[in-house]
């Protein structure tokens, strides 16, 4: 029979388990509200960049098509490949230097969000046969590197650490892109796989491609642009780089935060089933108890007749 003693401390647990993501969900509620609300002002610098790479010809897909393909595709989906240049052309694809930057946090209890991009990630890199001297990672969040560097070591450029604490700032975006120039690591393009954010139960992992300046330089429909000078041209590269994690960690910040608002609200409805079905075997293992030692006083009584 199970001792009543384990069952009180079992049912004592999960009621303060059941308050603490009670608490949680609470908290997340306030702070996606917080993120979606930045988001909107943040969907900007990500509209911009991708809109020039259309203009340009450097990205086949219009944005229109993006969109929908990502409907339809989902977490199957490939990520958008780039408009063949003069140097992409005559290289072998394998060749291509990109970077991979894996858009998480430090944070968990938020479901499938931070697994979704790492398994994204290995996928397309097991696709590529891709090699570590022209493959490199980038892993934004601790949950990412944690994820990946068993598997990846060699193809470790640099990571980021102290993110999801606090709501991401273009400062943020600005300080990682520095560190990916100063890495010293000549890349053709590099591809942001992040959580894009559609509704408060409806998140899915898409891919942002950017490009460094000879790509930008050398795009096919460049010469439609008014004659920019090689300065300019560079700071507005590294400019596109920062915009774009600027605004990928804008949605992953609001897919973290209603992933998590779900996560603890399912956890807080099963801590109430199991505290009922608790509750119920703790009342009869009681009345299971008082009944036992009623028949033996009445047992007892009887032999002493």
């Not at 102290?162 to 590099?190: C, H, L, W």
């Not at 090689?230 to 590269?237: F, I, V």
Request: glycine share 4%; aromatic share 8%.
């Amino acid at each position: 029979m199970v001792q009543l003693k384990q069952v009180s401390y079992r049912l004592k647990s999960i009621r303060n388990i059941q308050k603490i993501t009670k608490t949680m969900k609470m908290v997340s509620a306030s702070k996606f509200t917080k993120a979606e609300r930045e988001l909107k002002s943040a969907r900007a610098f990500g509209y911009g960049p991708r809109k020039f790479y259309v203009s340009s010809h450097l990205q086949k897909d219009a944005l229109d098509d993006e969109e929908k393909r990502d409907k339809k595709t989902k977490d199957d989906a490939s990520p958008p490949q780039p408009a063949e240049d003069k140097k992409q052309g005559d290289e072998p694809k394998s060749k291509i230097r990109r970077i991979y930057i894996a858009m998480t946090s430090d944070r968990g209890l938020c479901g499938g969000v931070h697994t979704g991009v790492a398994r994204r990630i290995r996928r397309t890199l097991t696709d590529r046969n891709a090699e570590a001297q022209t493959h490199k990672l980038v892993c934004i969040g601790d949950k990412a590197r944690s994820m990946l560097r068993s598997a990846y070591s060699d193809h470790m450029l640099l990571s980021v650490k102290q993110i999801g604490r606090v709501s991401p700032i273009f400062k943020d975006a600005s300080t990682v892109a520095n560190a990916i120039a100063e890495s010293g690591f000549p890349y053709d393009m590099a591809e942001i796989y992040y959580n894009k954010y559609h509704s408060p139960v409806k998140y899915e992992i898409s891919t942002l491609p950017v490009f460094n300046k000879y790509s930008i330089e050398m795009a096919p429909n460049m010469h439609a642009f008014d004659d920019i000078e090689e300065d300019q041209l560079e700071s507005y590269a590294e400019w596109t780089l920062a915009a774009l994690l600027y605004y990928a960690l804008k949605q992953s910040a609001a897919s973290e935060q209603s992933a998590r608002m779900s996560a603890m609200d399912n956890a807080t409805k099963n801590a109430a089933d199991m505290i009922r079905d608790l509750s119920l075997l703790y009342n009869r293992t009681r009345q299971a108890v008082i009944t036992r030692e009623l028949i033996e006083i009445i047992s007892g009584a009887s032999a002493l007749k």
